[in-house]
C-alpha cells in the first residue's frame, strides 16, 4: 500500500506477557518513529531509527521496550512483561528526512491499540 | 512542566464559526512549528507548517508563530463539521531528529 502500515491494529493481552507491535514504513523513507499516545493525551516520543545510523532510544520509558528496523524497512516494537500502564495506542511514523526536514511532516500510520488487562 | 501545553478542550463550535486554537511552550530552541489533524482512531496528519515568526494562510487555515512569546495559533475559519477532530501542535528544533507534540485539542463543530 501507498501509507504506513501497522500490526496488530488492537492487541488484548494479560499483564505480564509479551507483545509485538509491527510497523510498514512507506517504501524509501529513511526515518521511522515509534511514538504512545495515551487515551486523551498527545504523543509521547519512544524511539526514531535513521538510516543506518545508531537509533535515538531517548524515549523509551523502561528496559521492557525495545525496537528494531531491519535496514529501511519493517520495525518491530516489543514489549516485555506487559503492565496496564502500558495501555495505550502506539503509533508508527516514516519520513523521508530528518523529522520530516523543514516541513516536519510525519506519515503515521493508524496505530496500534494495546489493552493490558 | 511539559515543554508544549496544548488545552485538551473539548471545543464546541457551531458550523460556520472560527475555530481558535494554540500552544505555548517552554524551550526557546524549537524553531519550526507544525499543526497536525487527528480523525478518531486515526493517525495524525499534517495540516501546516511554519518556520519564522508570523502568519501563514492556507485555504481556511492561518497559522500564527509568536517567538518572542512561545506561542503558536491554529484559525479555521468558516467551520465545517468535517473539522471536528483533535488537533495537536508539534515542534522541533533546528537540528532536531524529533518532533515534540502538545497533547492535543479536541474540536467539535456542530451543524
Known amino acids: 500500500g501507498a501509507g504506513v502500515s501497522q500490526s496488530p491494529s488492537n492487541k488484548v493481552t494479560e499483564k505480564g506477557k509479551d507483545v509485538e507491535l509491527r510497523c510498514d514504513p512507506i517504501?524509501?523513507?529513511?526515518?521511522l518513529y515509534w511514538y504512545r499516545q495515551r487515551l486523551g493525551q498527545g504523543l509521547e516520543f519512544l524511539i526514531y531509527f535513521q538510516g543506518n545510523s545508531a537509533p535515538d532510544k531517548s524515549g523509551l520509558p523502561s528496559d521492557r521496550f525495545s525496537a528494531e528496523r531491519t535496514g529501511e524497512s519493517v520495525s518491530t516494537l516489543t514489549i516485555q512483561r506487559t503492565q496496564q500502564e502500558d495501555s495505550a495506542v502506539y503509533l508508527c511514523?516514516?519520513?523521508?528526512?530528518?523529522?520530516?526536514?523543514?516541513?516536519?511532516?510525519?506519515?503515521f500510520g493508524e496505530g496500534s491499540r494495546l489493552t493490558v488487562l | 512542566q511539559k515543554e508544549v501545553e496544548q488545552d485538551p478542550g473539548p471545543l464546541s463550535v457551531p458550523e460556520g464559526a472560527i475555530v481558535s486554537l494554540n500552544c505555548t511552550y517552554s524551550?526557546?530552541?524549537?524553531?519550526?512549528f507544525m499543526w497536525y489533524r487527528q480523525y478518531s482512531r486515526k493517525g495524525p496528519e499534517l495540516l501546516m507548517y511554519t518556520y519564522s515568526s508570523g502568519n501563514k494562510e492556507d485555504g481556511r487555515f492561518t497559522a500564527q508563530v509568536d517567538k518572542s512569546s512561545k506561542y503558536i495559533s491554529l484559525f479555521i475559519r468558516d467551520s465545517q463539521p468535517s473539522d471536528s477532530a483533535t488537533y495537536l501542535c508539534?515542534?522541533?528544533?533546528?537540528?532536531?531528529?524529533?518532533?515534540?507534540f502538545g497533547g492535543g485539542t479536541r474540536v467539535l463543530v456542530k451543524p
Open positions: 517504501s524509501g523513507h529513511t526515518a
Open positions: 511514523a516514516s519520513s523521508w528526512g530528518l523529522a520530516g526536514g523543514r516541513s516536519g511532516e510525519l506519515f
Open positions: 508539534a515542534m522541533r528544533k533546528a537540528a532536531g531528529n524529533k518532533l515534540t
Open positions: 524551550n526557546s530552541a524549537f524553531q519550526y
